[in-house]
């Protein structure tokens, strides 16, 4: 993995890291550097601030923000930061992840975040990756080959039906 760390994963509970090991996965895949915070909204709202409001400066390039019930930690950290925001609703006991769907992808006029799938850890991480791609050929050539292998994969599946 690089050392050269571009993309940040915060979530809200150490209880979200296993759906989240899949965001991991895939950085680890790709070679991209990663950092992993446990960063509450509500809990430590003044850790959550500085780490967003510093994200761009310390050469993050894009935030995956993981969190459920009602979800802020996303939104607050696109209120915080220049950088992309991706959200990750987090599937709860009350409402399946619908809760936490909703709060992310209702931000207000100006206050964008890309929101995933509920538990879709994996995808924020292929997004992230794909925005990274945008200025790194390298990367934009890795994520191609990556396509290239799902669709092979996807038609190899034909011959079991055969």
Excluded: W
Aim: net charge neutral; proline share 5%.
């Amino acid at each position: 993995m690089s050392s050269n760390i571009k993309i940040g994963i915060i979530m809200g509970s150490d209880s979200d890291l296993p759906v989240m090991q899949k965001a991991f996965d895939v950085c680890k895949e790709f070679e991209v550097g990663y950092e992993v915070k446990i960063l509450s909204a509500h809990r430590t709202p003044e850790e959550h601030a500085e780490y967003s409001r510093t994200a761009a400066e310390r050469g993050l390039k894009v935030i995956i923000a993981a969190a459920g019930m009602a979800a802020h930690l996303p939104g607050v950290t696109a209120g915080q930061t220049i950088l992309p925001v991706i959200g990750v609703p987090m599937k709860g006991k009350s409402f399946e992840g619908m809760d936490s769907l909703l709060s992310i992808v209702q931000m207000p006029p100006g206050i964008p975040v890309a929101t995933v799938a509920v538990d879709g850890a994996k995808n924020a991480a292929l997004l992230a990756i794909q925005i990274l791609a945008t200025g790194e050929k390298d990367l934009a050539d890795k994520f191609v080959q990556y396509k290239k292998d799902m669709a092979a994969a996807s038609m190899k599946k034909n011959e079991k039906i055969k």
